[in-house]
């Protein structure tokens, strides 16, 4: 298309994908941040700059210079365990094990099939939806399963298939930090957010858990597929148009067999669940913490909730598998698992340099000091409470246009805002929410998000002409209402004060 017929929207997005294009891959994006973190840390300690610890009254901290004699000997003998201690790194590889065993099944693909059929043709928006919302509990299968099983839903009932598409991949990524169920995004995010808050209090951080956002995000499942359905009948679904292609497609239907294997394992989910609700439920039960007010929220078992969930899901999946003949030994099982781990070589080596950012940033001080001074300017200049958090909020929407990666971008903000949230009141539950609102709602119209192109090649099934501003243009409504009517239930939840996930409050205090 020539420059001067393109109007301002198409310029914006050829912007933003230059713009993303000439970002170095995150690895590499991650071993520059901890190369300038050393320097930084060198230059800021000559300086002599030093804040009061916000913990410990009268107690000044001072930068760690990173390229002194002891910083140096810190890097080099340290570099092993800062990859190995990398919080996220087992939390998400052990909960991709039971993820790995119920997609490899086959479980969770019919799961959404069996789910999108059984629903009335006109609640079947609202479910599409809602199934792309729950997908996330799966990691990135939602993105490959339900946009194409949406196209071809929507066309076999005579709508336009790009609606179908758009609905369920809005759910799917816009959605990705909703959910009935807690899911891989909430031990990893969550585990960044712990380390973040242990810079300005370690023994608030020892107290928090991975389910620190549930309640909300709960509830947000409710909101979006109410949302999303509504944008798809009212403005996306009038806007395509008819559809006058050639494709005229069935869902097909579960087979007696998945369907046996769907019964077999909502059993076996039961059963596994009673199981390890024995272990917390009576007084005296193994994961049962000690305190007589809060038994559950302050025990083991918040603490064991990674292996609890791959547990979860790997034992369905193993039964599914089992009775539709996927998993004949414990080799399959192997297999599903190996499949499962190679497909996560990236995020190991992302893990590694990441985590030497990480650990360089907190033992430079750098974020204590950052955000002693980020929370006394942003004071000066009275910006709190919900100017604050919008504030947080288009800023990390705006990021994610360019970097596409959750924990990417987490890992290298959370250090940052967390601890300024802190100094101004808000707790590191309530700077991951507002991250998780923002992250989500933006996703479906990044460029850069790893899925897109992918989605793409699925919609030009239906129209040989979908390119990148084309699927962008239909995305956007949702992505604009996603974040407005997110970011608005997440205020007055905030002026409600209810606690976003088990013992996580909205403020924090000093």
């Known amino acids: 298309m020539d420059q001067q017929k393109k109007g301002f929207f198409q310029k914006f997005l050829d912007m933003i994908e230059k713009t993303g294009n000439r970002l170095p891959h995150p690895v590499t994006l991650f071993a520059v941040l901890a190369l300038l973190v050393i320097v930084i840390s060198a230059v800021v300690s000559y300086f002599g700059v030093s804040a009061e610890h916000p913990g410990k009254e009268g107690e000044m901290i001072e930068v760690n210079n990173l390229l002194s004699s002891e910083g140096i000997h810190y890097i080099i003998t340290n570099m092993t365990d800062n990859f190995i201690g990398f919080a996220p790194l087992g939390v998400v590889l052990i909960t991709m094990l039971g993820i790995g065993v119920a997609e490899g099944s086959g479980l969770i693909s019919a799961l ?24 996330s509990v799966a990691s990135d299968a939602g993105y490959v399963v339900l946009p194409p099983l949406g196209a071809v ?18 759910g799917v990524s816009g959605g990705f930090s909703a959910n009935l169920l807690l899911s891989g995004t909430d031990a990893l995010l969550g585990e960044l957010t712990i380390m973040s808050a242990a810079i300005i209090n370690p023994e608030y951080a020892e107290g928090m858990n991975i389910a620190m956002n549930y309640y909300f995000i709960a509830f947000s499942v409710i909101v979006l597929t109410i949302v999303g359905a509504w944008v798809t009948e009212k403005i996306v679904e009038p806007r395509l148009g008819e559809y006058n292609g050639e494709f005229r497609e069935k869902v097909e239907k579960l087979t007696r067999l998945e369907k046996k294997g769907l019964i077999l394992a909502g059993v076996s989910v039961v059963v596994a669940g009673a199981l390890v609700a024995l272990l917390v439920v009576f007084p005296g039960a193994p994961l049962r913490g000690d305190e007589a007010d809060m038994p559950i929220i302050k025990s083991p078992f918040m603490k064991s909730l990674v292996p ?34 190679s497909a996560m070589g990236m995020f190991i080596v992302l893990s590694f340099t990441a985590s030497q950012f990480v650990a360089f940033f907190s033992e430079s001080n750098m974020g204590l000091v950052l955000g002693v001074y980020g929370a006394n300017f942003l004071d000066s200049i009275n910006l709190t409470g919900i100017p604050l958090l919008l504030m ?17 971008k987490w890992a290298m903000m959370a250090p940052v805002f967390v601890p300024i949230m ?27 998000m790893t899925y897109f192109a992918i989605i793409i090649a699925f919609a030009q099934k239906y129209d040989k002409k979908m390119g990148i501003g084309t699927l962008v243009s239909v995305m956007f409504p949702y992505s604009m209402f996603f974040l407005l009517f997110w970011s608005a239930t997440l205020i007055i939840w905030m002026l409600l004060g209810i606690d976003l996930g088990p013992g996580s409050p909205i403020y924090y205090l000093k």
């Open 112 to 135: 959404l099939r069996g789910f999108v059929m059984s629903v009335p043709k006109r609640m079947i928006t609202l479910g599409l939806v809602f199934a792309g919302v729950m997908s």
């Open 153 to 170: 839903l929507f066309a076999a009932l005579g709508r336009h298939p790009l609606a179908g598409l758009a609905a369920a991949f809005a």
């Open 308 to 341: 609890i969930i791959a547990f979860l899901f790997f034992v369905p999946g193993l039964v599914y598998g089992r009775v539709t003949k996927l998993i004949r030994t414990d080799k399959d099982v192997a297999a599903m698992m190996s499949t499962t781990m």
């Open 392 to 408: 947080f909020i288009l800023i990390a929407a705006f990021i994610n246009l360019f970097i596409g990666s959750a924990s990417a």
């Open 422 to 448: 802190m100094q101004l009141g808000y707790s590191p539950e309530l700077t991951q929410m507002a991250y998780r609102v923002a992250d989500s709602s933006t996703n479906i119209i990044s460029p850069l």
